[in-house]
């Protein structure tokens, strides 16, 4: 976790710098992440991790910062790490897509599970089958089988993954079904 | 702001940056560009699309790895295209494949990567 001891020597410093900017062999001490062996999604998730540990260090411990006006301008900086963080943890996720009237589905193979059914739609919309990692449907008491399931959520395996999809089943659902059939996404 | 105020706060807007930058990286599609695709041999009646795909299926680089590939000149037999992968990983796998089989067949063509910025608005679940 280099960047949780990166952080644990900036929280330690702060008591003993007598300098009143920070100088550029500093700034060039902070590793180069961005190099592209770096970006591996694990990398990515250790990094994550590391830049949460440093933030809520700081703001579950509020001792650690100055106590005068300054803490404003630092606390702001923490809460732009924090949305930050929120972004990148986002696209991390597996992401999901929601289909509407999906019992107006109609497949040319006899299919008898949910499941089926929407490997039977990825096929026909071109899509690879294992985009997808999940997938989900809410029972209601007035279905009587597979063919009346409203909506179905599909959970896509990345971010990326789930944009070519939604363009791929909008196209398909525009073509075959006047877009009968829908998903929520823009 | 005293002088650990100042640096505290500069080292914040550090990470701020990193991590702006680890976004975008993170929103950019990762891609491999093939230039001189015309000096790999197709069969006769492939167009470019199959001809790609054929030289993937060669490397074992599977079809769902691959979110797209795209003719960025438009041309009908170009020989720059573009292959978008669903993840930096596998993309990096695919280089190293796609770069071994040029040069082991010494191939007039090169590969290099590339992040194509996303065009689309990102939703989050």
Known sequence: MLFTSYFNNLLVSQSDVTSTTLDDQEISD?????????????????????????????????????PNN?????????????????????????????????????????????????????????????WKIMVTWIDKPHQSNTNDVESVTVTMINHHVKSKTIELLNNYFSKVYDNTIYINNP | MTSSERKLNAKLK????????????I?????????????????????????VWSILNSNSIYKSWVLDILNPTNRVHPNTIQIQF????????????????????????????????????????
């Open chain 1, 30 to 66: 902070i590793p180069d992440l961005f190099s592209d062996d770096a970006v591996g999604d694990a990398a990515l998730l250790q990094l994550v991790d590391a830049y949460s540990g440093a933030v809520r260090v700081i703001a579950d411990n509020p001792l650690l910062l100055p």
């Open chain 1, 70 to 130: 300054s803490i404003t301008e630092i606390n702001h900086s923490i809460g732009e790490l924090r949305l930050q963080l929120e972004t990148l943890t986002a696209l991390l996720q597996p992401q999901i897509i929601t289909i509407h009237n999906f019992h107006n589905l109609k497949v040319n193979t006899a299919v008898t599970t949910v499941k089926d059914k929407v490997n039977s739609l990825f096929f026909d919309a071109n899509i690879p089958y294992n």
């Open chain 2, 14 to 25: 550090v990470m701020q940056t990193e991590l702006n930058d680890l976004t975008d990286q």
């Open chain 2, 27 to 51: 929103n950019s599609i990762p891609c491999l560009i093939i230039d001189g695709l015309q000096s790999i041999p197709l069969n006769a009646d492939s167009n470019w699309k199959t001809h």
């Open chain 2, 86 to 125: 669903i993840n930096n990983h596998i993309r990096n796998h695919a280089y190293k494949h796609l770069s071994q089989y040029v040069i082991t067949n010494e191939f007039d063509a090169v590969i290099s990567k590339e992040n194509t910025n996303t065009t689309t608005t990102i939703v989050y679940d």
